[in-house]
């Protein structure tokens, strides 16, 4: 158990619908990342939050939006879903700034778009 | 620029050592690497920051040459506790200088230890 916690665990949507996945972070864990992992695309960082503010975006569409809160969890917005959305999601927490120091990942929540 | 990981599989016997080597085009700042069980999540094994650092992990290390833009990650004795695809993340120069923080993945390198 990394300390690491997201819901739902699975979801199962419809294209075009809207999704909210969410993260909680380590106790005392100030950055949160977003990651993607389908077949197609393999691992593939997101957006980095750290206390509140967006820190970095990677491969992250433009239909996709974060954001971190006061308590610091995270949710990820996912909207006008396709097909190819379909992926796990997981979410990474670690004290640092910068992503150079262990990130403890979250079980991830797995997204199945019909 | 996604690394490039070799080999894509291997299959070790208990006790066995194995190489799994990262490379980038472009210059790195860090290298990151990532053991993934089937159906689990991705578990930090170590960070490399600096050229010609090496690190240790138990049995496992990892090596990153700064000049040739790659990292090797060492398994020692292998157990059957080593199986899962191993992942390397890249750092690239460009948006650290920038101070923000970009991690590209490679595909993956499947590692099964066999009895």
């Known amino acids: 158990d990394s300390g690491v916690t997201q819901t739902p665990k699975h979801l199962i949507t419809a294209t075009g619908q809207r999704v909210t996945l969410r993260c909680s972070p380590r106790s005392g864990d100030l950055s949160v990342y977003w990651y993607q992992q389908s077949l197609d695309q393999g691992l593939q960082f997101l957006i980095q939050y750290y206390n509140g503010e967006e820190r970095a975006k990677g491969n992250i569409l433009e239909r996709f939006s974060a954001q971190q809160f006061p308590d610091l969890h995270s949710e990820l917005n996912l909207s006008s879903l396709e097909l190819g959305d379909s992926a796990l999601y997981f979410c990474a927490s670690s004290v640092a700034l910068r992503g150079q120091e262990t990130q403890y990942f979250g079980p991830g929540t797995r997204l199945l778009v019909l | ?115």
């Open chain 2, 1 to 115: 620029q996604q690394p490039v990981q070799s080999p894509q599989a291997v299959i070790l016997r208990e006790g066995e050592d194995a190489v799994i080597n990262c490379s980038s085009s472009k210059a790195l700042y860090s290298v990151h690497w990532y053991r993934q069980k089937h159906g689990e999540a991705p578990v930090f094994l170590m960070i490399l920051l600096k050229g010609g650092e090496q690190k240790g992990h138990e049995k496992i290390s990892a090596s990153f040459n700064e000049k040739k833009q790659q990292s090797s990650l060492y398994l020692t004795a292998s157990q059957l506790s080593y199986s899962g695809t191993y992942f390397c993340g890249t750092e690239s120069r460009e948006y650290s200088g920038a101070g923000s923080y970009q991690l590209t993945f490679g595909k993956g390198t499947k590692l099964s230890v066999i009895p």
